[in-house]
């Protein structure tokens, strides 16, 4: 089967750093993106690595290493209006098709 | 600045009642995509159109029949609705991908309840 993990919640305070893991096993595999979803509003793109390496978008950047299947999504100076719910996908055939993980919800406290 | 489109915006059923859930996108993309939210999980990708004329399974298709009605038009439905489809419905579309990031946009989603 397919699948991805990331942890459930995370928490950190007004301008740390947080990174959050996504680790990945799929039938194929084009790239993986980062996806934000305010209050179970419409999910919006992130991120994207198709190659091995550091992606870097203003505060937030995203990894991704294809031996490990494993990927993460750090974001810097953290603002109140980060705390979301954040989800990896991998593109997993040529058509485009997403495969999302669970989500993992950030808490940003104060 | 419209985006994706879902109408309607919130529906409650009766079991064993059809209905059928609109997506428009004024982007000119070629693909689109119906996804399904449960509470405390990711998407799950019910069905998707490569493009006009085309579609094809997801992860989770049972239940459901998709009509790509023309490039700008996906519409989802549900024959006999079964509690177990009470979710958060999302369309999105992009443009098809070539091996490069096509990013997918979504709507603001369909919070469909089924007693």
């Known amino acids: 089967g397919q699948s991805l993990e990331q942890p459930s919640e995370v928490t950190a305070v007004e301008g740390a750093i947080v990174q959050i893991n996504c680790t990945y096993q799929t039938s194929g595999f084009y790239g993986l993106s980062w996806y934000q979803q305010h209050d179970g509003g419409a999910p919006t793109f992130l991120s994207y690595n198709a190659l091995d390496g550091l992606e870097e978008t203003g505060r937030f950047s995203s990894f991704l290493s294809r031996s490990d299947s494993y990927g993460y999504l750090l974001l810097q100076e953290l603002q109140m209006k980060d705390s979301a719910s954040y989800f990896c996908?991998?593109?997993?055939?040529?058509?485009?098709?997403?495969?999302f993980g669970q989500g993992t919800e950030l808490s940003v406290k104060p | 600045n419209a985006g994706v489109t879902q109408t309607p915006k919130f529906q409650v059923l009766k079991t064993g009642q059809s209905m059928t859930l609109q997506c428009a996108q004024d982007m000119n993309h070629n693909s689109m995509y119906w996804y399904r939210q449960d509470p405390g999980m990711g998407l799950r990708l019910i069905y998707y159109?490569?493009?006009?004329?085309?579609?094809d399974k997801g992860e989770v298709p049972n239940g459901y029949n998709v009509s790509r009605l023309n490039k700008r038009e996906f519409s989802l439905r549900l024959e006999s609705a079964a509690p177990s489809q009470t979710s958060v419905y999302f369309c999105?579309?992009?443009?098809?991908?070539?091996?490069?990031?096509?990013?997918?946009?979504f709507g603001d989603g369909t919070r469909l309840s089924i007693l």
């Open positions: 999105a579309s992009s443009e098809v991908f070539q091996g490069s990031n096509q990013p997918q946009h």
């Open positions: 159109s490569a493009s006009e004329g085309t579609t």
């Open positions: 996908a991998v593109i997993y055939n040529q058509g485009g098709k997403l495969i």
